[in-house]
């Protein structure tokens, strides 16, 4: 098995150590998530982060890759996923081109063979890219891993379990460094139970009226301490209410910004009404936080 290769002086010593060096890049962690980040660094283990859409998870892959100062790999899972999206691709057209120019050479046909499907015709996708960084691990993101169907898991569980790739034309591709891998998922499918063994597992929840004050105050600085305040407390009270989606880390930040880009430094009746596009992205859901009483909801935030 490959190890983990860390930029000179980039070792993390604790989680206490991780949180603060994610403060500084603008994300805010609690102490569980830093743990499990932490541990995922030190025990060189994939972290599977499941949560609701909006809470941090894609973040957290790229505030490692900065604090790490290592290249950051996206993988964005969908539906329909295949090898050839995620691993390799041969190059058709310029094999059919190289075979056209090589035509009169007099080359046998093995020797044209082996020429084309070398390196040079190999479209690289995330995963190959990953297990192929020459000088320090990378930071693989494996993004919505639920998207992705079944089959593809069970070929990723097999790339988590040696880091190296099987190319029939060319061998197999060893990583020398493994990369750090984080999946995220938003649970719109059960991930298989041989996955979720192979890693750390970390539950991002909705934050804590204290963790989201600090991220509006990290990611916009401009806004006063009371009027942040108010806009963490209002979209806390709006999670109780049982909606459809509720609003995440994501959409406060955009109400805020909203808010603040509209000259408003105090949260009132109408311009949560008129900015509630923000909030919820649903008829119904709108239709909740009106029978709610916005009033009611404002004198309880204070
Ligand atoms: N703990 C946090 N600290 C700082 N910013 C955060 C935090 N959680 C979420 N955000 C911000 O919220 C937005 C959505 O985060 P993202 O990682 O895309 O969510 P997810 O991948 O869970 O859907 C981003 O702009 C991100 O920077
Ligand atoms: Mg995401």
Request: contains cysteine; aromatic residues 6%; charged residues 25%.
């Amino acid at each position: 098995m490959p190890s983990l290769t860390l930029h000179q002086g980039k070792s993390i010593l604790d989680p206490q150590e991780l949180a603060r060096g994610f403060e500084q890049l603008g994300y805010i962690t609690d102490p569980a998530l830093a743990t499990s980040i932490y541990l995922a660094v030190s025990l060189a283990k994939p972290l599977l982060l499941e949560g609701h859409a909006g809470l941090g998870k894609t973040e957290v892959a790229k505030t490692l890759a900065a604090m790490l100062d290592t290249r950051l790999i996206r993988l964005q899972c969908y539906e329909g996923l295949d090898v050839n999206s995620a691993v390799y691709e041969w190059n058709y057209q310029k094999q059919l081109l190289a075979i056209k120019i090589k035509e009169r050479t007099g080359l046998s046909v093995e020797e044209k063979e082996k020429h084309i499907f070398s390196h040079d015709f190999l479209m690289e996708r995330p995963l190959l890219q990953a297990i192929q960084e020459k000088e320090f691990s990378p930071v693989l993101l494996v993004d919505e891993v639920d998207r992705a169907d079944e089959a593809f898991e069970a070929f990723l569980l097999e790339l988590l379990s040696d880091y190296q790739i099987s190319i029939p034309e060319l061998g197999t591709v060893k990583a020398k460094h493994a990369p750090l891998v984080i999946l995220t998922s938003n649970r719109s499918r059960e991930l298989g139970d041989a996955l979720k063994r192979r890693c750390l597992y970390h539950w991002i929840e909705y934050p804590s009226l204290e963790k989201e004050t600090k991220i509006v105050a990290a990611r916009l600085p401009g806004i006063a301490a009371e009027f942040e305040r108010q806009i963490v407390a209002f979209v806390q009270s709006v999670r109780r209410l049982n909606l459809a989606k509720a609003p995440g880390v994501a959409e406060t930040l955009d109400w805020a910004q909203a808010l603040a880009s509209l000259g408003k430094n105090t949260v009132d009746r109408e311009s949560i009404e008129d900015t509630l596009g923000c909030l919820s992205k649903s008829m119904e859901d709108t239709a909740k936080i009106k029978a709610a009483g916005i009033e009611k909801m404002l004198t309880e935030v204070g």
